[in-house]
């Protein structure tokens, strides 16, 4: 079998893609969500865009491996979602449907862990088994790679790297409830954060101004040497750094990827990451290497396609 | 084949049990660990000692599926070791020498990750496919079981949960080189540590006397109702049950194992680490089981035989 299609459903768009198995991307396009009426459009939607696009390449069942879907949201290994915080989905057998819905073979995973793949696939981990993938977008994700394979977890939660404590003394609360998650720190979010908190002491010597902060900001205020903005990304780093040498001592990975828009601002960000992480680093972990994500919006779809690949 | 063997190599003895595969252990013994001229006894006696049994048993080649072995060193997938801190062994390609030496198929593994399989397999993991099992003894070791796997690693350093930073303010440093490893506050010695620490502020108001504090005497004493040994086991808990909480949302256990000498304590102990585990667990994890060890000594024998049944 040729071809597979890798699927990547978030609140908006979902993005879709025909790939070749052996590893090429034919084809992208995307469709609306339709999260109307508890999201039960969706499914329908993506079979029949899926079908249409089978018609207009002359590709038949037969030629299909399967479709793998990423799912913003707990995913367990039978492919079933209990919630979905911007889908309108309640319980929802995703594998089950998707598989009546077009008669192929699915695998459907949490998106962050999907994404991970990706990036092990055709991306910044090419060629690795053993990955943490961190994605510093509005929240902090990610992905862990163990042996080829994303850890799942008994409730499909795992890898919820944003939400392990990094400080105990934090007084503010993050989204899940808790208080003092690694999201709060190193996220956009968190970034801006840190800055507020900074300027709050002393505006006086940086370029930095309260009315518009951000994560991108901060990071080109020290590119132009602003001390501010670097004790502002020392803080990020340490973080960061800190809370993939403690993972780090739980998986022993290859090489940790960051991506997310946050990772946007380059190479600069990793130096301050891969700083504080050797500082904490158990021995056997020490020369872990750290990398910019590279696929971007397509590692989705790209891990997606993979999970049907395997 | 009906039947398998299950090694678990350490510094004194060489622990084996002959099993069915179908899960019981026929009979174990042990055998002195040969350390000296750099351990080149070790497999061969092993090796040996596994032949006479068979002979003993008349049992022959095609009845057996197999060797796990469980080694006190990192080891990776290939079964190669490069180094060891009490066998004597430096690089050693354990898996490639002990098939020439008994023509029979081999798999070897981390003697904390092979034990985590035996409780999984036959202990108190029985019947989960997610779980993490944190040893407490001399050091504090352990072993995470993802999707019926231990997570080995690039390094074969997957696991090292004693090695995570708890404590970013701590003085002291640790075995390993680094300060503020959950093994400083979590171990046998640890929590010796703890205790003489706490009798260093004050200790007139405890029955714990500093001639000669250890963790049995802390917990001997909480049982007794003792306010100064539940301080040092409380301390001891937020270490242990913030450290789980962390390793749960990036793993997402059904279950966590506690086991070594200090689990000798008993369901006190748990209740103490629960306490504070679900003070900082991601929501997903709340409900994550805590329980003892089951297995004792003969969980590494169990897990290495695990190895081979697959």
């Known amino acids: ?75 367990d290994d039978r492919g079933i979602v209990q919630n979905t915080a911007n889908l309108g989905w309640g319980y929802k057998e995703v594998k089950r449907e998707m598989g009546e819905l077009t008669g192929l073979k699915v695998k459907a995973g949490n998106d962050a862990n999907v994404a991970a793949l990706g990036e092990m696939w055709l991306g910044a981990g090419k ?36 939400h392990i404590c990094v400080n105990y003394e934090e007084d503010e609360t993050c989204g899940c409830g808790s208080r003092g998650c690694l999201e709060q720190y190193t996220s956009a979010t968190g970034i801006t954060r840190l800055a507020r908190r900074r300027l709050e002491k002393n505006s006086s010597d940086t370029v930095l101004k309260k009315e518009n902060l951000s994560a991108k900001a901060v990071f080109d205020a020290l590119k132009e040497g602003d001390k501010a903005a670097e004790e502002i990304v020392e803080e990020f780093g340490t973080y960061l750094g800190h809370a993939m040498a403690n993972m780090a001592a739980i998986t022993d990975p290859a090489v940790i990827v960051i991506g997310g828009g946050v990772s946007k601002a380059g190479d600069i960000l990793l130096k301050y990451v891969e700083k504080h992480f050797k500082e904490r680093a158990f021995f056997a972990n020490k020369e872990t290497k750290f990398v910019l994500a590279e696929l971007g919006n397509d590692a989705g779809i790209c891990g997606a396609a993979k999970l049907i690949i395997g």
Chains 1, 2 share one sequence.
């Open 127 to 162: 060629g690795q088994k053993n990955m943490i993938m961190v994605t510093l977008g509005t929240g902090v994700g990610g992905g862990v790679i163990v042996n080829g394979c994303p850890i799942v977890g008994e409730n499909g939660a795992g890898g919820e790297i944003g």
């Open 1 to 75: 079998m040729q071809y597979c299609f890798g699927v990547d459903i978030g609140g908006t768009t979902v993005k879709m893609g025909l790939f070749r198995t052996e590893g090429t991307l034919v084809e992208k396009w995307e469709i609306k969500t339709r999260t109307e009426n508890r999201g039960e459009a969706i499914l329908p939607d993506v079979a029949a865009s899926l079908k249409s696009k089978m018609e207009e390449k002359e590709i038949g069942h037969l030629q299909i491996a399967g479709i793998g879907i990423g799912i913003p949201a707990p995913v």
